[in-house]
């Protein structure tokens, strides 16, 4: 069964950082594009960012690039999300998911990701 285990959430003060990690237990993702999105209340779950299963893509939601990063470390089966210059507006829960494929098309489309972690919490409040 695979599972994928979020952390690094937490409550930040504008313009702070925090960095997520998502490691995945029971199967490997090395060959499988991995992607994080993110859930506030009443609202659709958007998507963050997304890397191609060799790490040479990266692609990234509108509201958040040029402060969140994106990387893998497929040799602990991790995904990570770096994010800086925290806004309010960011405050989510934040979800990594993986694709059953290598494809990299359609990729802020939640529905194209097989598997999703259980989500953390983000919280951006002064």
């Known amino acids: 069964q695979v599972q994928f285990v979020e952390s690094g959430g937490g409550l930040v003060q504008p313009g702070g950082s925090l960095r997520l990690s998502c490691t995945s237990s029971?199967?490997?993702?090395?060959?499988?594009?991995m992607g994080w999105f993110r859930q506030a209340p009443g609202k659709e779950r958007e998507f963050v960012a997304a890397?191609?299963?060799?790490?040479?893509?990266?692609y990234y939601g509108g509201s958040v690039k040029g402060r969140f990063t994106i990387s893998r470390d497929d040799a602990k089966n991790a995904v990570y999300l770096q994010m800086n210059s925290l806004r309010p507006e960011d405050t989510a829960v934040y979800y990594c998911?993986?694709?059953?494929?290598?494809?990299?098309?359609?990729?802020?489309?939640?529905?194209?990701?097989?598997?999703w972690g259980q989500g953390t919490q983000v919280t951006v409040s002064s």
């Open positions: 998911a993986a694709r059953s494929t290598s494809s990299t098309t359609t990729y802020a489309a939640p529905n194209v990701y097989t598997y």
């Open positions: 029971g199967r490997t993702f090395s060959r499988n594009m």
């Open positions: 890397i191609s299963w060799s790490g040479g893509n990266t």
